[in-house]
């Protein structure tokens, strides 16, 4: 059993940055890719963005690139979503998720290939 625990969401401006946390605990945090993604409110969880086991492999969402950067500290069992130039439509809900994996550099971006979620952290992005 893997517990994750999103932090460092909030309220910003148009143009504003965040850094969202992931916390993982229960595993070794090194077995796992992660990922992350966001909903809103009657719409369907969205792949933001990803990253491997070893950190080389990240993936990214085209509505994100250039503007999110995802990586990860196993020394701290954290993942990390930088975001700059944030937009309104941003706002959601984002989750982190991990997934145990053996391939080292894949990263992966389906929510379904993943076995564990953390609760979210609502981010809101005004103009």
């Known amino acids: 059993q893997v517990t994750l625990v999103e932090s460092g969401g909030g309220s910003v401006q148009v143009g504003d940055s965040l850094r969202l946390s992931c916390l993982a605990s229960g595993r070794t945090f090194s077995n796992y890719a992660m990922g992350w993604f966001r909903q809103v409110i009657g719409k369907e969880r969205e792949f933001v963005a990803s990253i491997s086991r070893n950190g080389g492999t990240t993936t990214y969402a085209d509505s994100v690139k250039g503007r999110f950067t995802m990586s990860r500290d196993d020394a701290e069992s954290t993942g990390y979503l930088q975001m700059i130039s944030l937009k309104t439509e941003d706002t959601a809900v984002y989750y982190c998720?991990?997934?145990?994996?053996?391939?080292?550099?894949?990263?992966?971006?389906?929510?379904?290939?993943?076995?564990?979620w953390g609760q979210g952290t609502q981010v809101t992005v005004s103009s």
């Open positions: 998720a991990v997934k145990f994996t053996y391939f080292a550099s894949r990263s992966y971006n389906s929510a379904t290939e993943y076995n564990y």
